[in-house]
Nanobody, 124 residues
Framework: QVQLVESGGGLVQAGGSLRLSCAAS????????VGWFRQAPGKEREFVAA????????YYADSTKGRFTVSKDNAKNTVVLQMNSLKAEDTAVYYC?????????????????WGQGTQVTVSS
């Protein structure tokens, strides 16, 4: 069983940047698609970005494309979400998730494992 731990959240001014990391234990990400989701208070959880570890394919929500970048660090077995040009509407708890579905294109698929989340707060 894979365990996921998110880190890197915090408070940042609008226009600033944050770097989130998702670390895995128990298994490597080698056969997984790893996704990032977020949920703001009173709102539904939404897809942010994802990466197919094996193939390197990346997927982004329209709201984050061009501002966020998802990548992998093979040596550390982590997935990184670089968040630039942050906006107040990016404020949410960000969750890392993983699915064994190789053909998952980021969303619309079942994610087997979830982390506990990390808070991202963007001030105006």
């Amino acid at each position: 069983q894979v365990q996921l731990v998110e880190s890197g959240g915090g408070l940042v001014q609008a226009g600033g940047s944050l770097r989130l990391s998702c670390a895995a234990s128990g298994h490597t990400f080698s056969t997984y698609v790893v996704g990032w989701f977020r949920q703001a208070p009173g709102k539904e959880r939404e897809f942010v970005a994802a990466i197919n570890w094996r193939g390197g394919n990346t997927y982004y929500a329209d709201s984050t494309k061009g501002r966020f970048t998802v990548s992998k660090d093979n040596a550390k077995n982590t997935v990184v979400l670089q968040m630039n040009s942050l906006k107040a509407e990016d404020t949410a708890v960000y969750y890392c998730a993983a699915t064994t579905d190789y053909y998952c294109s980021g969303y619309g698929c079942y994610y087997d494992y979830w982390g506990q989340g990390t808070q991202v707060t963007v001030s105006s």
